[in-house]
């Protein structure tokens, strides 16, 4: 039985280079949206088809990727992805942010500082800021090539007449260098301020849209907001109750039908390293016990 | 102040200047040798009946569509007449958002249905850079009490009410940034006539108070003769008759306006 051959990292060696090609433009004008041929990919629309593309294209045989989705390594998502570059690409993976040489993420960037030479791939749903504001394309893109983002505010205007307050909690529009405004993908907005003067390579890639983003190392990415109304990060106010980590982005989760929750780290590893540096958290004493049932 | 002392001298100049404006689509000429010039605080009325070229005229005095023959011009800001062919489109974006207004027949498109009238009328501040939320919002609160609409409802969407106030609304969300040039497109289209009573009477009031210049594109010669300083007749794409509104409409010379003038019901 002849098992099928693929290219190295799945994608034909044009595809990779058409791809490259319009993320060189996009890292030329951060925060652009640089339409690409985006390929079918072997997963579903809205599993990370951009990204996995971007990587595909980036990724070389000596690089060391890590995969998250939601801040965890080990969820369907994370693992299928980091097994699919694996298998077709050989490459080694792993899930410690620091050793990792390109990450591909959705939803999150990981507590972990970035070091220089890293490269962050997000899986990017919907590119367009501007896209609920204002439904035409052609109307988007002129007011992108224009600079006319008066609507963006009027965005942030309906929350606070709402809501008392930017209730914006995710995708909140950014501006890159003082120039575009962009859509960080949906991670949530305490991961904005992250974003601003990194010093790894972040990409952006949307399959279904067809468009690749991107904000080169150590570049200005300004949160928008009102003077009366300054952005603000958001997490739980709580400890991870496994780690005990009170500046980490907390996932809640409910334990029973009794309304109980508990708060941990969404980044997994991040709340692996710290127990394993002695953290603890109030959960933490006994992490197998199994309640009694019945 | 400087900038009034300038305002002063330019109320003997055109506002806006129309020479030999035409527009054709292939052979069929919608609208042909427009020449006039609009000053400061004047308004016009344009006046015809369905198809004679009323609404393209003014599509190509607000430079939303290009002419194939003729050009404007338009006294900037800064008192220098500028060539609105001439102009980026950037410019002219910018022209259309800040010193002009533009309120449709159908507030639908002139309004953003689906977010609230504060927001709308804000919308206009927030593009010109404004960034702080409760100037903003007092600003639309003053606009709104302006145009007559209960302030308690800066936060419904204009989806939630009702023709006249939709209209209102578009005429506030045009105001908001002190424009000097408002074209109108039969603005009392669609209402009911104790409503446009009321729409007339608040348009009066707002273009006096602020001086306005207004292009008011009518084919009811009511809205004319209650708005308009100077009224302008088409028929077939040219201006057949010319001149103050109770003239023309009082003492009609063209046979055509004659008719139009007869064709009044009476109440």
Same mark, same amino acid.
């Given at each position: 039985?002849?098992?099928?051959?693929?290219?190295?990292?799945?994608?034909?060696?044009?595809?990779?280079?058409?791809?490259?090609?319009?993320?060189?433009?996009?890292?030329?004008?951060?925060?652009?949206?640089?339409?690409?041929?985006?390929?079918?990919?072997?997963?579903?629309?809205?599993?990370?088809?951009?990204?996995?593309?971007?990587?595909?294209?980036?990724?070389?045989?000596?690089?060391?990727?890590?995969?998250?989705?939601?801040?965890?390594?080990?969820?369907?998502?994370?693992?299928?992805?980091?097994?699919?570059?694996?298998?077709?690409?050989?490459?080694?993976?792993?899930?410690?942010?620091?050793?990792?040489?390109?990450?591909?993420?959705?939803?999150?960037?990981?507590?972990?500082?970035?070091?220089?030479?890293?490269?962050?791939?997000?899986?990017?749903?919907?590119?367009?800021?501007?896209?609920?504001?204002?439904?035409?394309?052609?109307?988007?893109?002129?007011?992108?090539?224009?600079?006319?983002?008066?609507?963006?505010?009027?965005?942030?205007?309906?929350?606070?007449?709402?809501?008392?307050?930017?209730?914006?909690?995710?995708?909140?529009?950014?501006?890159?260098?003082?120039?575009?405004?962009?859509?960080?993908?949906?991670?949530?907005?305490?991961?904005?301020?992250?974003?601003?003067?990194?010093?790894?390579?972040?990409?952006?890639?949307?399959?279904?849209?067809?468009?690749?983003?991107?904000?080169?190392?150590?570049?200005?990415?300004?949160?928008?907001?009102?003077?009366?109304?300054?952005?603000?990060?958001?997490?739980?106010?709580?400890?991870?109750?496994?780690?005990?980590?009170?500046?980490?982005?907390?996932?809640?989760?409910?334990?029973?039908?009794?309304?109980?929750?508990?708060?941990?780290?969404?980044?997994?590893?991040?709340?692996?390293?710290?127990?394993?540096?002695?953290?603890?958290?109030?959960?933490?004493?006994?992490?197998?016990?199994?309640?009694?049932?019945? | 102040?400087?900038?009034?002392?300038?305002?002063?001298?330019?109320?003997?100049?055109?506002?806006?200047?129309?020479?030999?404006?035409?527009?054709?689509?292939?052979? @069929?000429?919608?609208?042909?040798? +427009? #020449?006039?010039?609009?000053?400061? =605080? $004047?308004? %016009?009325?344009? &006046? /015809?009946?369905?198809?004679?070229?009323?609404?393209?005229?003014?599509?190509?005095?607000?430079?939303?569509?290009?002419?194939?023959?003729?050009?404007?011009?338009?006294?900037?800001?800064?008192?220098?007449?500028?060539?609105?062919?001439?102009?980026?489109?950037?410019?002219?974006?910018?022209?259309?958002?800040?010193?002009?207004?533009?309120?449709?027949?159908?507030?639908? @498109?002139?309004?953003?249905?689906? +977010? #609230?009238?504060?927001?709308?009328? =804000? $919308?206009? %501040?927030?593009? &010109? /850079?404004?960034?702080?939320?409760?100037?903003?919002?007092?600003?639309?609160?003053?606009?709104?009490?302006?145009?007559?609409?209960?302030?308690?409802?800066?936060?419904?969407?204009?989806?939630?009410?009702?023709?006249?106030?939709?209209?209102?609304?578009?005429?506030?969300?045009?105001?908001?940034?002190?424009?000097?040039?408002?074209?109108?497109?039969?603005?009392?289209?669609?209402?009911?006539?104790?409503?446009?009573?009321?729409?007339?009477?608040?348009?009066?009031? %707002?273009?006096?108070?602020?001086?306005?210049?207004?292009?008011?594109?009518?084919?009811?010669?009511?809205?004319?003769?209650?708005?308009?300083?100077?009224?302008?007749?088409?028929?077939?794409?040219?201006?057949?008759?010319?001149?103050?509104?109770?003239?023309?409409?009082?003492?009609?010379?063209?046979?055509?306006?004659?008719?139009?003038?007869?064709?009044?019901?009476?109440?």
């Amino acid at each position: 039985m002849n098992a099928p051959v693929y290219n190295f990292a799945y994608l034909d060696e044009q595809t990779k280079r058409m791809i490259r090609r319009a993320i060189l433009k996009a890292i030329a004008i951060p925060g652009y949206q640089v339409p690409f041929a985006s390929r079918e990919m072997p997963m579903p629309y809205g599993w990370g088809t951009g990204g996995v593309q971007v990587t595909a294209a980036i990724l070389g045989p000596a690089d060391v990727l890590k995969v998250i989705d939601q801040g965890s390594d080990d969820t369907t998502n994370a693992i299928s992805i980091r097994k699919f570059f694996a298998r077709t690409a050989g490459v080694a993976t792993t899930t410690a942010t620091a050793d990792a040489t390109v990450i591909q993420t959705r939803h999150r960037i990981p507590e972990a500082p970035l070091h220089g030479g890293q490269v962050l791939v997000y899986q990017v749903p919907i590119p367009e800021p501007l896209r609920f504001l204002e439904p035409r394309e052609t109307e988007t893109r002129r007011m992108h090539a224009l600079g006319e983002y008066g609507l963006m505010h009027v965005k942030l205007y309906e929350d606070i007449a709402r809501f008392g307050h930017i209730a914006t909690s995710y995708a909140y529009p950014v501006k890159v260098n003082a120039r575009y405004v962009m859509d960080p993908s949906p991670t949530p907005k305490f991961d904005n301020p992250k974003m601003d003067n990194c010093p790894a390579l972040q990409l952006f890639g949307a399959g279904r849209e067809k468009r690749i983003y991107a904000i080169p190392p150590y570049t200005s990415v300004v949160s928008l907001d009102f003077e009366d109304h300054p952005f603000t990060r958001y997490r739980f106010d709580a400890p991870c109750a496994l780690c005990g980590a009170d500046d980490s982005y907390l996932d809640e989760i409910v334990t029973d039908d009794q309304g109980s929750r508990m708060f941990v780290c969404s980044d997994t590893d991040y709340c692996e390293n710290r127990q394993a540096q002695g953290h603890r958290g109030s959960e933490s004493a006994a992490p197998h016990k199994e309640r009694p049932h019945g | 102040m400087a900038d009034s002392k300038i305002a002063v001298q330019d109320n003997d100049q055109p506002l806006l200047l129309a020479d030999g404006l035409g527009k054709s689509y292939g052979r @069929l000429s919608a609208c042909r040798d +427009v #020449s006039f010039a609009l000053y400061p =605080g $004047e308004v %016009l009325a344009i &006046v /015809g009946e369905s198809g004679s070229g009323k609404s393209t005229l003014l599509q190509l005095l607000s430079a939303q569509l290009s002419p194939s023959a003729g050009k404007v011009s338009y006294r900037m800001r800064d008192g220098v007449m500028r060539d609105l062919a001439a102009l980026g489109e950037a410019e002219r974006r910018f022209l259309l958002r800040t010193d002009w207004g533009y309120v449709h027949q159908d507030p639908v @498109l002139g309004l953003r249905m689906a +977010v #609230s009238a504060g927001a709308n009328v =804000g $919308e206009r %501040l927030m593009a &010109v /850079g404004w960034n702080h939320y409760g100037r903003i919002r007092d600003t639309a609160t003053s606009w709104l009490e302006r145009v007559e609409i209960d302030v308690g409802r800066i936060d419904d969407a204009p989806r939630t009410y009702s023709g006249g106030m939709r209209q209102r609304l578009q005429i506030a969300r045009n105001l908001v940034t002190e424009p000097r040039l408002v074209f109108m497109d039969e603005p009392t289209g669609g209402l009911d006539v104790s409503v446009q009573a009321r729409l007339l009477d608040l348009m009066r009031n %707002l273009v006096s108070e602020l001086g306005l210049a207004a292009i008011v594109v009518t084919h009811d010669l009511a809205v004319a003769r209650l708005l308009s300083h100077r009224v302008m007749v088409m028929k077939g794409g040219r201006v057949i008759e010319t001149g103050l509104t109770d003239q023309v409409l009082d003492d009609p010379r063209e046979p055509y306006t004659q008719l139009l003038v007869s064709s009044i019901l009476p109440a």
